[in-house]
């Protein structure tokens, strides 16, 4: 495994921009930031107080007169949009509920600003929930860079969404969203949402980060310790015999869109290298019953084996270390780690970490806006990670996205569906959002392999990778790295699965005998278009397949295993014929798409016997 070392990742983002074209078909060009960061943690009162240094680079062809940061943890009190949010909707999620609006005063989170300047001059700035809105001094013109300095403090929430202190498994800090961090601007523009409880957008960028802590606390997360001999707690051998209270944490994470970090004073720790790759890190409580404790050590060779079929199916993992923490609640993905809950059976375990590490591709170095485009990351992991547990749990499951059929299915017949493309906040029910984003979204993967072939499907998730890793790629990016690997046209795909209700529903209507043959009459019910295959099983055990393209892909396929290929089917048209020379008597049944790779909401007609 080859990586990118840290100077060059430092170089890669310094520039800010990349020949690759895409998005708003303009020469491609990001945001940078560079976070210097000096914190120190009080682990009684779960607060914290800090500084930090931001240089900005404005490499938009924007001049920018205002800048938004976000503070999420202002989110975790009563009153505030993610509070009245789970208090109003009809399925709440069951990890928040009305849990904000109970907390009591020493438990509301929080992120003051208490003073902030650019190029130290005072800047006018105010908070709004969870969006600090700040005027700069001197407009930040297209292509220069400005210092932002901070003096901040945070108080940690309970867990209750992904971070806070306590969790249920008694994890002591689980740190993720905890500094005041520069929103995304983009082709766009400005990416300002508030935190309501769905996902994400950061600004690449490297982190340099000094965490003073609890000498007896272990920490781990983002980032490359740069101190171990201070330190010791599993990373090297503590040569320092510093008697403070407090140890200082000292991390440098190049090329990163976030820093996360979490610590417990009964974290045990186990590291494992990758052959030829990064070292993993295991965080998990000490205090755990000896079943889990097994199930964490039996998860580390796993976590390897995840990490290799992830580098040989999207890329090479980049970094030099991933750690695994005990902490949240559920599982999130981080910048190089990922924090879990613990007290699992092995089976739940190794499907968590093979998502939380799929994300690492397609969420962490991917870095679409998942705000906006939810299932670009959570639907491509969901799929990813299905085969994954299938291979290393030899469950020998030949249709493994059986249940995310079954469930799409289920939301469309429930009339509870939105579109994918709906903004992850603005979904009317949680289960949609649930369904829409994993499970159809997976399914976006599976129909676009059944459109474009395995060999192809394959090539394409490595091409997206290769074009957008580091970047901040969007929907029609990545069908556009599908489009150019097959040679076909596929914007009708994109467009019909994610901005549309549309369905998949084709049917046999008829097998009627026609000169020494029969014809074979198709119709397509559903508005959604698909490719079509059509399998004959004749009364002596033979099958005749054959394969009609979609004209508006402009091409197919690579047909194997002697299918016949027919002509194209124009979408407009809702029926379609082919004759074949075979006498009705010999044939047994007419079907199409014979091994349910097609997400069709009826296969009730897609079968017609000949009697």
């Known amino acids: 495994m080859k990586f990118v070392n840290r100077f060059c990742?430092?170089?890669l983002l310094k520039s800010g921009v990349?020949?690759?074209?895409?998005?708003?078909?303009?020469?491609?060009?990001?945001?940078?930031?560079?976070?210097?960061?000096?914190?120190?943690?009080d682990v009684k009162s779960n607060s914290y107080s800090g500084t930090q240094n931001l240089i900005y680079t404005n490499n938009s062809p924007d001049d920018l007169s205002v800048v938004f940061y976000h503070l999420y943890y202002n989110a975790f009190q009563p009153g505030s949009e993610m509070d009245v949010r789970s208090n109003t909707i009809s399925d709440p999620d069951t990890r928040v509920d009305k849990r904000i609006s109970k907390l009591k005063k020493e438990d509301y989170g929080f992120i003051n600003v208490l003073s902030l300047a650019q190029e130290n001059n005072p800047v006018n700035f105010k908070v709004v929930g969870t969006i600090l809105e700040v005027e700069l001094a001197v407009p930040l013109k297209s292509g220069d860079s400005t210092e932002l300095k901070m003096v901040f403090e945070g108080q940690v929430p309970p867990v209750i969404r992904r971070a806070g202190k306590n969790s249920g498994e008694e994890v002591a800090l689980s740190m993720a969203q905890w500094y005041p961090k520069m929103a995304e601007y983009d082709f766009e523009g400005w990416h300002a949402d508030p935190y309501i409880g769905r996902e994400f957008h950061g600004v690449w960028g490297d982190f340099d980060v000094k965490l003073s802590i609890d000498k007896n606390y272990t920490v781990g997360g983002t980032g490359y310790l740069q101190n171990a001999e201070d330190v010791g707690h599993g990373?090297?051998?503590?040569?320092?015999?510093?008697?403070?209270?407090?140890?200082?944490?000292?991390f440098i994470a190049p090329n990163?869109?976030?820093?996360?970090?979490?610590?417990?004073?009964n974290f045990t720790h186990d590291t494992i290298r990758v052959p030829g790759g990064p070292i993993l890190h295991f965080l998990y409580k000490s205090?755990?019953?000896?079943?889990?404790?097994?199930?964490?050590?039996?998860?580390?060779?796993?976590?390897?084996?995840?990490?290799?079929?992830?580098?040989?199916?999207?890329?090479?993992?980049?970094?030099?270390?991933?750690?695994i923490i005990q902490g949240g609640d559920g599982g999130m993905e981080y910048g190089m780690c990922t924090l879990i809950t613990g007290e699992r059976d092995f089976e739940s375990l190794l499907g968590v970490t093979?998502?939380?590490?799929?994300?690492?591709?397609?969420?962490?170095?991917?870095?679409?806006?998942?705000?906006?485009?939810?299932?670009?990351?959570?639907?491509?992991?969901?799929?990813?990670?299905?085969?994954?547990?299938?291979?290393?749990?030899?469950k020998s499951n030949k249709d493994p996205l059986r249940d995310s059929y079954n469930r799409y299915f289920s939301m469309v017949l429930d009339g509870k569906e939105q579109p994918m493309s709906t903004h992850a906040d603005r979904f009317e029910y949680n289960s949609s959002y649930s369904t829409s984003t994993y499970r159809k979204g997976a399914l976006l993967l599976a129909q676009l392999k059944y459109i474009i072939g395995e060999k192809n499907f394959k090539n394409t998730l490595k091409r997206y990778f290769k074009d957008w890793a580091f970047k901040h790629p969007t929907p029609n990016?990545?069908?556009?790295?599908?489009e150019k690997t097959s040679g076909l046209e596929l914007d009708w795909f994109l467009t019909d699965w994610t901005q549309t209700l549309n369905t998949i529903d084709y049917a046999v209507e008829g097998v009627n005998e026609f000169g020494r043959g029969v014809r074979i009459t198709l119709k397509r019910i559903g508005i959604m278009p698909m490719p079509v295959e059509v399998e004959v099983l004749l009364k002596d055990g033979r099958k005749l397949n054959y394969y009609i393209?979609?004209?508006?892909?402009?091409?197919?396929?690579?047909?194997?295993?002697?299918?016949?290929?027919l002509e194209d089917w124009a979408w407009a048209y809702p029926s379609y014929s082919f004759t074949i020379e075979i006498p009705d008597s010999e044939i047994e049944s007419v079907t199409l798409d014979v091994k349910n790779e097609t997400a069709d909401i009826n296969i009730s007609n897609n079968k017609k016997i000949i009697l």
């Open 256 to 265: 990163v869109h976030d820093f996360t970090w979490a610590a417990d004073p």
């Open 477 to 482: 990016d990545f069908i556009r790295s599908a």
């Open 9 to 11: 990742l430092l170089v």
């Open 287 to 323: 205090s755990l019953n000896e079943v889990y404790k097994k199930n964490w050590r039996r998860l580390q060779p796993m976590a390897v084996k995840i990490i290799q079929y992830y580098s040989r199916s999207i890329g090479n993992y980049p970094y030099e270390q991933y750690s």
């Open 549 to 565: 393209p979609l004209q508006m892909m402009r091409g197919e396929k690579p047909i194997v295993n002697e299918v016949l290929l």
């Open 354 to 394: 093979a998502h939380e590490i799929g994300h690492t591709w397609f969420q962490f170095l991917l870095a679409s806006n998942e705000s906006k485009h939810p299932w670009l990351d959570e639907g491509f992991a969901e799929y990813t990670c299905t085969f994954i547990e299938n291979q290393l749990l030899k």
């Open 235 to 250: 990373y090297g051998k503590k040569t320092t015999n510093d008697e403070s209270e407090l140890i200082t944490w000292h």
């Open 18 to 41: 990349f020949i690759v074209g895409g998005q708003n078909n303009l020469k491609y060009w990001q945001q940078h930031v560079d976070y210097k960061m000096d914190v120190v943690m």
